[in-house]
C-alpha cells in the first residue's frame, strides 16, 4: 500500500508539472512532494511502527526497516529545503540565461523523480532491486547536471555516468556470485538482505570476498571513494547548487548505504578481517587524495565536493571498525555530514550567483568584499566550514572524535595518519576562507559593481540547516539515541 | 538428456562468435559498422539464450531472449544510428591511451587472467569442467573489454557502445552461471535504454559544433521550441 501510495504521489506531481505553466508552480509542487514524503518519514518515525509488516508495504520485494527510514529522513529534509532553495536560485538562472525556460519541466519533472527513485532505492529489500534503482540515480542525477547549457555540464555528466554504470555493472557481476553463494544455503537463492543476513554465517569466506570486492567497486564509485572518485568533483561543481545539495547530501549516502548493508552481510562470515582492512585502507587513500587536492584548491565548489569525498574515507574507515560504537556514530556521521554538506553547497550557490559574471569553470574564484554584499553567505561558509572539520557545538565534532577513539583501539597507526590528514583539511578550508574572503575591491570599482538580491527563500534553507545543526551537536535526546541503536542492532553489528 | 547433443557444440561456437564480435568493437575506427557488430552481438547472445533453453530448459531463459531480442537487437541499434545520421560522424579515430593493437593484446592478456582467476574461485565445483565456466569466462571478458572500448574512446558515442558491450558481458555471465529473476533482467534493459537515450542525446551536444550544439539540443531535449533543420 505504501509503495502504491508513493509511486501515485510521484506520477501526481508529474502530472501537476505538466500542466503547470510558471515556475513558481513546478517549484511548488516539488516542495509540497517533498513535504509531504516527510511528513510520511516522520509519522512512522514518531509512532515506532518499524518494521513496518510488508502486507502494509505492498511487495516482498521492499521493507521498511530502521536503516532505510533513517536516510528517507535525511532525504526528504534535504529535497524539501533544496526545493525551496530552487525557487530563488533557479529564477537567478533563467535571468542570467544559463538555463532555458523550456527546460524547467524537465528540470523539475527528473527533480520529483529522483526523489521517488532514491526513496524507493531504500525500501528495497532486494539487493538486485536496490541496485536498479541506485543505477537510475545516477542517470536521472546526470540529467539535473547536464541541465545547464554549457559543455562542462555535458562533460561532467557524461564522465559520472560512464564512470559510476561502468563500476555498477562490476557490483552486479558481485550479485550475481551474492545469489550464486545463497543458493547452496538456501534451494532458489534469495538476494533478499532480510534473508542473507541470517544466512549468512554458513557462506564461504573466499566467494564472499569475491563478491564483496565486486560489489564495493560499484558503490565506491557512487560515493566518490578514491580511486572511483574523478567524477565527482566536476559534476558537484558544475552542477546549479541545489543540485550539487542534493548529490552531496543525499546521493552520495545512496551508495555508502549499499556499503553499508553488504558490510552487514560479511560482518556475519569470517571474510570481515580481509573486508575491513580493505575499507580501512580505501578509507584512508580517500581520505588522503581529497585531503591533498583540498591544499591547492582555488575554488570554492570544487573545495566543498573534495571535502565530501573527504567525509566518505572517514566513513569507510569508521566502518571497518566495525565495533557497535562505531557504527552509532558512523550512522551519525551520514546524517551530520549530509546536513553540513547541504548548507555549504547552498552558501556557494549565492556566492556563485553574486561573483558568477568572472566566474569561469576551471578559473580560481575571484570573491571581493564577501561580506559587504552576501553576508550570510560568508557566514554560512563560515560556520560550515567550522561545522564540517569538527568544531564543537557541531555534530561532527561528536561523530569525528567518536569514529577516532574507536579508531584507537583498532589500528594505532591509521588513527595517526588519519588525524594528520584531517588537519590538512581543516587548514585547507581554512586557508581559501582567510584568503578569498579577505580580498577587496578597490574603491572605484565598488561602484560597478552589481548586487546580487539574494532572496528569502535561498537564505532560509541556510539558516533553518545550521539552526538543526547546532541543535544536533548541543543536545542529544534519548529518543535520537535509541533510534540509532536500534540500527545497530538492525544490522547484528 | 541426450550427452553427444550438437547444441554444447553450437555454444561453444557462438562463444567464440561472441569474441569476435568483441575484437572487431575494440578495434575498428568505422562508427556505422560498430553499431551493426554490436546487434550483431546481441543476435548471438538471443541464439545463444534459445540454444541454452533447449538444453537446459527453463522460461526465464526464453524471456530474457525475447526481451534482448526487442531491445538490443532492434530498439538500440536503431536509435543510434539513427543519432549518428544526424551528427554525420562517421569515424573515430582518436584514442586516449591504447590504441588498437595493444587494446587487442591487453584484451588476451586479460581473458587468460580471468580464467585463472575463474578456476581458482570455482575450483572443486562441478561448474568448473562444465559449458558453465566457459560461458563465464568468456561473459567476464567481454565485460572488461567493453569497459577497454569505454575507457579509451574519446568519442561519447563509441563510449555507449563499449557499455552496451559490457552490459552484454554481464548478461552473458549471468545467463551462465545463474537464474535471476525474470523482473530484475527487464529492469536493467529499461535502465540501459533510458542511459542509451540520454548519452546519446548528450552526445548529439558533444559531438557536433558548439554553434549547431543549441540547435540540436532543442529538437532532442523535450524544448518547447520551433524545430530547425541540421
Redesign the interface.
Known amino acids: 500500500m505504501i509503495l502504491v501510495a508513493l509511486v501515485v504521489a510521484t506520477i501526481l506531481a508529474l502530472i501537476l508539472i505538466t500542466v503547470s505553466h510558471t515556475h513558481r508552480q513546478m517549484n511548488m509542487v516539488c516542495i509540497a512532494e517533498a513535504g509531504l514524503f516527510l511528513v510520511f518519514a516522520l509519522y512512522y518515525i514518531m509512532t515506532g511502527q518499524i518494521p513496518v509488516p510488508a502486507l502494509t508495504i505492498g511487495s516482498g520485494f521492499f521493507f521498511i526497516d530502521h536503516l532505510g527510514i533513517f536516510e528517507v529522513l535525511i532525504t526528504t529534509v534535504l529535497f524539501l529545503l533544496a526545493a525551496i532553495y530552487a525557487r530563488g536560485y533557479v529564477e537567478g538562472l533563467i535571468e542570467s540565461h544559463e538555463l532555458?525556460k523550456?527546460?524547467l519541466?524537465?528540470f523539475y519533472g527528473s527533480w520529483s523523480f529522483l526523489l521517488m527513485v532514491i526513496i524507493l532505492a531504500f525500501f528495497s529489500n532486494n539487493l538486485?532491486?536496490f541496485w536498479?534503482f541506485a543505477?537510475?540515480t545516477t542517470?536521472i542525477s546526470?540529467?539535473l547536471v547536464?541541465i545547464l547549457?554549457a559543455?562542462d555540464n555535458?562533460?561532467a555528466?557524461?564522465k559520472y555516468?560512464?564512470i559510476a554504470?561502468?563500476s555498477m555493472?562490476f557490483s552486479?557481476?558481485g550479485l550475481?556470485f551474492l545469489?550464486?553463494i545463497s543458493?547452496s544455503a538456501v534451494h532458489g537463492?534469495t538476494l533478499n538482505w532480510t534473508e542473507l543476513i541470517h544466512l549468512a554465517p554458513a557462506f564461504p569466506a573466499?566467494?564472499m570476498i569475491?563478491a564483496f570486492a565486486l560489489i564495493f567497486i560499484g558503490f565506491a564509485a557512487k560515493s566518490g571513494i578514491f580511486p572511483f572518485h574523478t567524477w565527482l568533483p566536476e559534476a558537484h561543481a558544475r552542477a546549479p547548487s541545489a543540485v550539487s545539495a542534493i548529490l552531496s547530501g543525499v546521493l552520495l549516502n545512496v551508495g555508502i548505504y549499499g556499503i553499508i548493508r553488504v558490510f552487514a552481510i560479511v560482518h556475519q562470515t569470517p571474510a570481515i578481517t580481509a573486508i575491513s582492512t580493505l575499507l580501512a585502507i580505501f578509507g584512508l587513500l580517500t581520505v588522503g587524495i581529497a585531503a591533498f587536492s583540498m591544499l591547492t584548491q582555488k575554488n570554492l565548489k570544487k573545495l566543498v565536493a573534495f571535502s565530501s569525498i573527504e567525509n566518505m574515507g572517514i566513513l569507510l574507515i569508521g566502518l571497518a571498525v566495525a565495533t557497535p560504537v562505531a557504527i552509532f556514530w558512523v550512522l551519525f556521521h551520514i546524517i551530520a555530514h549530509s546536513f553540513t554538506k547541504a548548507s555549504l553547497f547552498f552558501s556557494a550557490g549565492i556566492l556563485h550567483r553574486q561573483y558568477h559574471s568572472t566566474l569561469s569553470a576551471d578559473a580560481p574564484d575571484d570573491m571581493r568584499d564577501v561580506f559587504r554584499f552576501q553576508p550570510l553567505a560568508a557566514w554560512g561558509i563560515i560556520l560550515g566550514g567550522l561545522a564540517i572539520i569538527g568544531m564543537p557545538l557541531f555534530p561532527i565534532f561528536f561523530s569525528k572524535l567518536f569514529i577516532l577513539t574507536q579508531l584507537a583501539a583498532y589500528s594505532l597507526p591509521v588513527l595517526v595518519i588519519l588525524v594528520f590528514l584531517l588537519f590538512i583539511t581543516a587548514a585547507a578550508l581554512g586557508y581559501f576562507v582567510i584568503s578569498t574572503f579577505t580580498q577587496r575591491y578597490s574603491p572605484e570599482a565598488l561602484t560597478d559593481v552589481h548586487v546580487y538580491h539574494t532572496p528569502a527563500s535561498m537564505k532560509a534553507p541556510i539558516v533553518i540547516l545550521l539552526c538543526l545543526l547546532v541543535m544536533m551537536g548541543t543536545v542529544f535526546s534519548a529518543g535520537e539515541i535509541s533510534f540509532l541503536n536500534q540500527i545497530v542492532t538492525e544490522l547484528m553489528f | 538428456m541426450i550427452d553427444p547433443s550438437p547444441l554444447p557444440a553450437i555454444i561453444r561456437i557462438l562463444l567464440v562468435v561472441v569474441i569476435i564480435t568483441a575484437a572487431y568493437i575494440i578495434s575498428t575506427r568505422n562508427l556505422i559498422t560498430l553499431v551493426s557488430v554490436y546487434a550483431f552481438q546481441s543476435l548471438t547472445l538471443v541464439t545463444m539464450a534459445l540454444a541454452l533453453y533447449s538444453y537446459e530448459g527453463g522460461t526465464v531463459l526464453l524471456a530474457i531472449a525475447g526481451i534482448t531480442f526487442i531491445s538490443k537487437v532492434l530498439v538500440i541499434p536503431y536509435f543510434i544510428a539513427t543519432i549518428q545520421e544526424r551528427v554525420r560522424i562517421k569515424r573515430d579515430i582518436e584514442f586516449h591511451y591504447l590504441n588498437p593493437t595493444t587494446s587487442l593484446l591487453v584484451s588476451m592478456a586479460l581473458m587468460l587472467f580471468i580464467y585463472i582467476g575463474l578456476s581458482k574461485?570455482m575450483e572443486g565445483t562441478p561448474a568448473r569442467e562444465s559449458l558453465v565456466f566457459f560461458g563465464a569466462v568468456i561473459g567476464?571478458s567481454l565485460?572488461l573489454m567493453g569497459?577497454m572500448v569505454?575507457?579509451s574512446r574519446k568519442r561519447?558515442i563509441t563510449?555507449v557502445l563499449g557499455?552496451l558491450s559490457?552490459?552484454n558481458g554481464?548478461l552473458l555471465?549471468?545467463m551462465f552461471?545463474?537464474e535471476?529473476?525474470f523482473i530484475?533482467e527487464f529492469?536493467?534493459i529499461i535502465?540501459l535504454i533510458?542511459?542509451v537515450m540520454?548519452?546519446t542525446i548528450?552526445?548529439v551536444?558533444?559531438d557536433s559544433t558548439?554553434e549547431d550544439?543549441?540547435n540540436r539540443?532543442?529538437r532532442f531535449?523535450?524544448?518547447?521550441?520551433t524545430e530547425e533543420g541540421p
Do not use: Q
Open positions: 532555458g523550456g527546460s519541466k524537465f538486485a532491486l536498479i543505477e537510475l542517470i546526470a540529467m547536464a547549457y559543455r555535458i562533460d555528466a557524461i555516468i560512464f554504470s561502468v555493472l552486479f557481476v550475481i545469489f550464486e543458493r537463492g573466499g566467494m569475491a | 574461485i567476464l565485460m569497459m569505454t575507457f561519447a563510449k557499455y559490457m552490459e554481464v555471465f549471468g552461471v545463474t535471476l529473476p530484475i529492469l536493467i535502465d533510458i542511459l540520454l548519452t548528450l552526445t551536444g558533444l558548439l550544439y543549441h539540443l532543442h531535449h523535450l524544448v518547447e521550441d
